[in-house]
């Protein structure tokens, strides 16, 4: 099995297109087969080495490592050779028709109430009226006769699919500058390339049409096809490279994890909850391409941050442990994560509860005869995760006070905020001395 991302290098990937390259890598991960990422830049005026390398940055970034690599602007050889073999088998037939002569015609055909299907005039002309375009200057452009048999396909997503060749024009593979179509060369290159799978955007359901025939007419085979329903911001909008909205890079650069990314583009589309995932291994093991719907679905960045959050509050030492060392917070250890991960809706907050442990913060000292008291109860080292038990249950009997009335105080002396990780936690990580300090701080 193989299976390919094939996107644009027009602009930052967004999550939409981000969706397609996951579940084409789980799916590929989950089958023991391939996973090809091939650019489509051939549109010279519009893609850049910059976006190429973008894509390629996003995707490592998502940990969507890929076994085989390819570039269209590298191949255009191998789209000269098959459409000299659509030109010999008689497939493909020039046509002078302008832009403006077509856009006429269609206005004609609608008028009268006929669907505006393209007639087939260059396939009627004859040698000389050819001849005669050629000598105005006229250079032609292709298309691709379809042959009138029904088109169908079961696809894996959508169910059954049947389109009527009659009711499609003859698709253009060829412009008049010479270059390629995309339903062309992604054609070529999966057969080529070995692609048996395609899982991408129902923007490509009337290419897929075209496709079947032209895998057939080039003698490949054709591959299953998956189309998922478009991605739609929380409003409803739909997402383009070329805006910039809910890009990869604007989420990462929000410090949203990559795995938080992952777990909910999995997901979404599916019956199945979302929930926070720690590694992508855990999400090749359940999916399942039968899973999604044809529904569209929305990406909500509330419930992404709040996905976020879940998955802070579970992420292991260990999985932070590179980032914090990259960044010479060697004085985070274990016991630290662990108490203020809890805490977290971005991992750059650990520096916030640094200070609280390892710096100097203003204490917040609204009650100071309480906390004078609490100081002198304050029990002697060594602590552990008891000592605040045995200096609350302490206090409480000395003064009377329970709940929010004895906690509050303690809590916004010693970290002069109001709320925050487990003080039986953070306690014995401030230390005794400290914690003296800052309660004598009045
Ligand atoms: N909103 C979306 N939701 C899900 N998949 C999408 C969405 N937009 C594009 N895709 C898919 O992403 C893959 C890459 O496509 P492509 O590079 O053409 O992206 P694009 O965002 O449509 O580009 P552009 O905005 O530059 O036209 C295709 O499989 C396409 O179907």
């Not at 905020?417 to 005794?432: D, F, H």
């Amino acid at each position: 099995m193989k299976v390919r991302f094939a996107p644009s290098p027009t602009g930052r990937l967004h999550v939409g297109n981000a969706r397609v390259a996951l579940l084409n890598w789980l799916w590929a991960r989950r089958e023991g087969g391939a996973f090809l990422l091939r650019l489509d830049d051939t549109d010279s005026e519009r893609s850049t080495a910059a976006f190429a390398a973008g894509i390629e940055e996003d995707l490592s970034w998502l940990g969507l490592t890929w076994d085989a690599f390819a570039r269209q602007s590298d191949r255009s050889e191998r789209y000269e050779a098959a459409v000299g073999r659509l030109k010999a088998s008689g497939r493909l037939y020039a046509c002078y028709e302008t832009a403006e002569e077509l856009e006429l015609k269609r206005k004609l055909q609608l008028k009268s109430g006929r669907p505006p299907i393209y007639d087939r005039a260059g396939l009627k002309l004859t040698d000389a009226e050819r001849a005669a375009f050629e000598a105005e200057g006229r250079r032609p452009h292709w298309r691709f006769r379809l042959e009138a048999t029904p088109i169908a396909w079961h696809d894996l997503v959508q169910g059954d699919k049947r389109f009527e060749s009659q009711h499609l024009s003859d698709p253009v593979l060829l412009r008049g500058d010479g270059r390629p179509l995309y339903t062309l060369s992604s054609v070529v290159d999966d057969i080529e390339l070995g692609v048996t799978h395609v899982l991408r955007g129902e923007d490509h359901v009337a290419n897929t049409a075209v496709q079947v025939q032209l895998f057939d007419a080039l003698g490949g085979a054709v591959p299953s096809f998956a189309h998922l329903p478009l991605l739609t911001d929380a409003g409803g909008q739909g997402l383009s490279k070329r805006l910039g909205a809910l890009s990869l890079q604007a989420l990462r650069e929000d410090s949203i994890e990559a795995m938080t990314i992952n777990s909910y583009l999995a997901k979404l589309g599916t019956p199945d909850p979302i929930a926070p995932r720690q590694g992508l291994d855990e999400l090749v093991a359940d999916f399942d391409v039968g899973r999604f719907g044809r529904a569209t679905p929305k990406f909500d960045p509330a419930e992404l941050e709040h996905l976020n959050a879940k998955l802070l509050h579970d992420m292991s030492y260990d999985a932070v442990r590179p980032w914090l060392e990259a960044r010479g917070l060697t004085d985070v250890s274990a016991a630290f994560w662990l108490a203020v991960r809890g805490n977290l809706a971005r991992r750059g907050e650990v520096g916030l509860w640094r200070q609280v442990v390892h710096g100097e913060i203003a204490s917040d000292i609204e009650e100071p005869d309480y906390i004078a008291q609490a100081a002198e109860l304050l029990p002697p080292e060594p602590w552990d995760e008891c000592t605040w038990s045995l200096w609350t249950g302490a206090l409480k009997q000395a003064t009377g006070r329970k709940g929010k009335a004895l906690f509050l105080p303690l809590r916004r002396a010693l970290t002069g905020e109001s709320s925050g990780p487990e003080l039986a936690a953070l306690l014995p990580l401030i230390g005794r001395e400290k914690a003296l300090s800052r309660l004598s701080a009045s």
